[in-house]
């Protein structure tokens, strides 16, 4: 296709990173950079806002078509093109005849590319029209001697044409729903304009302030329509909306027809295809290993073109990805029971990591546990699953600090230079690459049992830790307790066992210990089991001659699905993802499993209603993701 219609790829990657209006090619794209406040510095967050500020300065519409002009005049023909009376010409033409030959040409490399027979020669041929027509608004004199000769362009001439800085967006991310309503703003505009049969009455209803609550994602969904009709004819309105059928008077009394109720009209948008186009999982069922092949998982046809793509770069370490994950679980299940994004918007993900402080000292102290901690562990799986990524984004993760505490240029009217806003569009032009991470449900049990059970998911780790904070009724039995079997609490331990071989080996154990780390990021590159790595610290009593002396063993476990609970009922802390504002305390008990995809949950309990005893999955949800995978994008990926 470039080598029919050449400049085409720049000039769909134009058009979508600028968002320019065009028939034949209406795709758009936009850049998200989200950075949690309270892991970076302030400094780093003005940094960032100044760089993204002054990319979007030196470009505009304009410009941007400009560019496209030049680039596909320049490609097609060569070096017959004369570039500067070219750019004379479309500098003093006013902005309306700016477009209408940005449209020509768009229509001509697009008819060029996609045609299955067209002729290169053809194709430069169209363009040298719109070429003489477009310099023919200069003056008389500075036309181009000869005729334009088309054939290879040298590299170098193409070179010479900039590619402008994609539509970027700088975000501070102080609210949870806050990306779900980014997403919803970038794509309505174009939603109500394009798509008003479908949506139109969709759309009028719809407010950004209508926040669906959380629904139990693994039990029965409820869906329900308020109807005030009675069914009794006699209580109609007179004026009905639609006529009856031609009947005589003796049918008419003699029978009662039920009629002006709620008739809901089936939409498009719940079609469980657009549930499963949605997951971005690329798996029907959770693998057992992480296979590495190249290549773009291929995801179910949606019945609606998706003219939007929104690429998401988190900046910081593994906390935000836990935000992350909880954004993106609340998001699936938001499309589950009302579907609005899933069939117009294609979602990606990247990350970079950022950590403040010095490259030697990247563990740091967490008030919750007892320690030091990595933050940014998926960055190192990332790193080592991609070369690529090791040396251009790891490097970032302490580059960036340093750049933001620079002393800025004494003469602010200088051009900055733009590096960070460059490698970030390097990394979302050119990873495209997945690697998918298994997101983790967990429901934690309170010691008081009036409290609800709470629900939340995690990506990288889960760590808990024995309480201190006990009341003065139990301090003296607690010191007790600790002097016969030891520091900690007893636990029950129950969890399937993951093996190679995928049978399912369920295992119950108690023991006395003083915390665990459940890591669901492989250490080592050859681990590649998705399961999670269990490490409990247990207290082994030791009695010899000289007393009683306790010892601290490490217990390791490969497991899915794990239940954890206090038999002395003593509450622990759980913390999330390594951030301490995601700390439950009084905690009695824990539950962790794979989180499934809601869109499987909701068409799973849609079968179990019609088939009660089958255990197994039947019908639509055979084809279905079944588990949640947060997608991060790299330049070679690892595929699930």
Not at 7 to 17: A, F, K
Not at 169 to 178: A, C, K
Not at 484 to 493: A, E, M, T
Request: hydrophobic share 40%; glycine share 4%.
């Amino acid at each position: 296709m470039e080598r029919t219609a050449p400049g085409m790829l720049y000039q769909r990657m134009v058009i979508s990173e600028q968002s320019l209006k065009s028939d034949p090619y209406p795709y758009q794209e936009k850049i998200f950079i989200f950075a949690d406040p309270e892991l970076l510095s302030e400094a780093i967050c003005n940094a960032l806002v100044t760089d993204t500020e002054a990319a979007q300065v030196s470009q505009s519409p304009r410009a941007c078509m400009c560019y496209v002009i030049i680039h596909a005049m320049q490609a097609a023909l060569g070096e017959g093109c004369n570039i500067s009376g070219l750019k004379r010409s479309l500098q003093d033409m006013p902005m309306r005849d700016v477009e209408h030959w940005f449209q020509q040409v768009v229509a001509a490399v697009e008819c060029a590319g996609n045609e299955a027979s067209a002729d290169r020669s053809q194709h430069a041929a169209r363009l040298e029209k719109i070429y003489h027509a477009v310099l023919s608004s200069l003056q008389a004199g500075e036309l181009p001697a000869g005729h334009a000769q088309w054939g290879d362009a040298p590299l170098a001439g193409l070179q010479s044409t900039p590619l402008p800085n994609p539509n970027i967006s700088f975000h501070l991310w102080t609210e949870d729903d806050q990306l779900w309503k980014e997403l919803v703003l970038f794509i309505r505009p174009l939603s109500q304009s394009c798509e008003p049969d479908c949506l139109s009455q969709d759309l009028d209803n719809f407010e950004i302030q209508d926040i669906i609550s959380d629904c139990e994602c693994c039990e029965q969904t409820r869906f329900s329509v308020l109807s005030t009709d009675s069914g009794i004819e006699r209580d109609l309105p007179v004026a009905a909306e639609e006529p009856f059928a031609p009947c005589n008077a003796e049918t008419e009394q003699s029978r009662l027809q039920r009629k002006g109720g709620i008739k809901k009209k089936t939409s498009p948008l719940e079609s469980m295809a657009f549930l499963q186009a949605g997951c971005n999982g690329p798996g029907v069922k959770p693998p057992v290993k992480l296979q590495r092949r190249p290549g773009i998982p291929l995801e179910p046809v949606a019945l609606l073109q998706r003219l939007h793509t929104a690429r998401i770069v988190l900046l910081g370490d593994d906390r935000i990805l836990g935000r992350l994950a909880q954004a993106y679980h609340s998001l699936r299940k938001r499309e589950t029971r009302r579907v609005f994004l899933t069939p117009r918007l294609n979602l990606q993900f990247y990350y970079i990591p950022v950590v403040m402080g010095q490259p030697n000292t990247l563990a740091v102290v967490d008030h919750a546990a007892t320690g030091q901690e990595e933050l940014c562990e998926v960055a190192g799986y990332l790193g080592r699953a991609d070369p690529w990524y090791e040396s251009n984004i790891n490097t970032l993760c302490h580059m960036i600090p340093k750049l933001a505490t620079m002393p800025s240029s004494p003469s602010k009217h200088l051009v900055t230079d733009l590096f960070i806003t460059d490698v970030i569009a390097y990394y979302v032009r050119m990873g495209i690459q997945p690697v998918c991470f298994q997101v983790y449900a967990v429901k934690i049990f309170f010691n008081d049992p009036a409290q609800e059970p709470a629900e939340d998911v995690f990506l990288a780790e889960l760590r808990t830790q024995v309480q201190e904070t006990i009341s003065h009724r139990d301090l003296s039995m607690t010191k007790k307790k600790m002097t016969l079997d030891g520091p900690g609490i007893d636990l029950s331990v129950t969890y399937r066992k993951v093996v190679v071989s995928d049978r399912v080996k369920e295992l119950a154990m108690s023991l006395r210990s003083t915390g665990l780390v459940m890591k669901a990021i492989p250490a080592d590159e050859a681990e590649d089991l998705v399961c999670l790595n269990v490490n409990i610290t247990e207290i082994v009593r030791i009695n010899n001659l000289s007393g009683r002396s306790f010892s601290a063993v490490a217990n390791r476990l490969k497991t899915r699905n794990i239940k954890i609970r206090s038999t002395e009922q003593r509450p622990f802390m759980v913390c999330l993802d390594k951030d301490s504002r995601r700390t439950y305390r009084n905690v009695i008990s824990v539950e962790v499993s794979p989180c499934l995809e809601p869109s499987y949950c909701l068409q799973k309990t849609r079968t179990m209603k019609f088939s009660l005893h089958e255990t197994e999955d039947v019908g639509l949800v055979k084809y279905m993701p079944k588990s949640l995978l947060l997608p991060i994008n790299t330049f070679a990926g690892i595929i699930q």
